[in-house]
C-alpha cells in the first residue's frame, strides 16, 4: 500500500491475469503505466475496485450495468460506463467513460479496500501475452515496478469487456463469459 501512497506503480495478481496498477489520482504513475508497457496513447487504463460501493464512487452505473455486477462481480467482466467526474482522475486522459471491475480475487479487494480503485492494465508489454504469476511479471517487468504482490496463480484469460455506454451494449472484448451468460443481462 505504501508504494501506491507514495506514487509508485505495482504489479497485482487478479482472477484472470497479473495486472500492473496505480493511483488512479497519480498522473504520474499513470504516465508510467503507459512508458513500462509501452502502450499507445489512446488505449485508456481501467479500474478495479473492491466492491460495487467503491465503482459508484468514481462512475455512473445505469440499470444495465448494475443488473451486470450483480450477475458476475465479483468476477472476470469489465463494463464500459460513464466516469463520475472526469477531471478527477488521471483516467479516463481522454473521453468521459471508464472500464470498472470488481475482481474475484481476496488479497486484491483487501489491497483495493485500503486504497480505492486502481488504475489498471494487464501485467506485460503492449502486445505481449499477460502474465499469469508474480515471477512472470518479476521476470519481464520487475525492474520497473516499485512492488509485486504475489497472489498466486492467475486464471490466464483476461475479463469480458461490454461497452454499455452506448445506446446498444457492445462486447468489446471477449473472455471467460459466455454469450449465453451474458445474453439475458443485455436485453432491455
Known sequence: MAAIVAGGVVGIPTDTVYGIG???????????????????????????????????????????????????????????????EPRSLAVPRAG????????????LCDLLRRTGPLATSSANRHGDPACTNAAEVEARLGAELDVILDGGPAEGRASTIIDLAQATPRVLRSGPLTDEQLRPYLRD
Open 96 to 107: 468521459d467513460t471508464v472500464s470498472v471491475r470488481v475482481p474475484d480475487h481476496g488479497l
Open 22 to 84: 496505480c493511483d488512479p489520482r497519480a498522473a504520474a504513475a499513470v504516465e508510467r503505466i503507459y512508458a513500462i508497457k509501452g502502450r499507445p496513447a489512446d488505449i485508456e487504463l481501467g479500474l478495479l475496485a473492491a466492491d460495487l460501493e467503491q465503482v459508484c464512487r468514481v462512475a455512473v452505473m445505469g440499470a444495465g450495468a448494475l443488473r451486470l455486477a450483480a450477475a458476475f462481480w465479483p468476477g472476470p467482466l469489465s463494463l464500459v460506463v460513464p466516469v463520475r
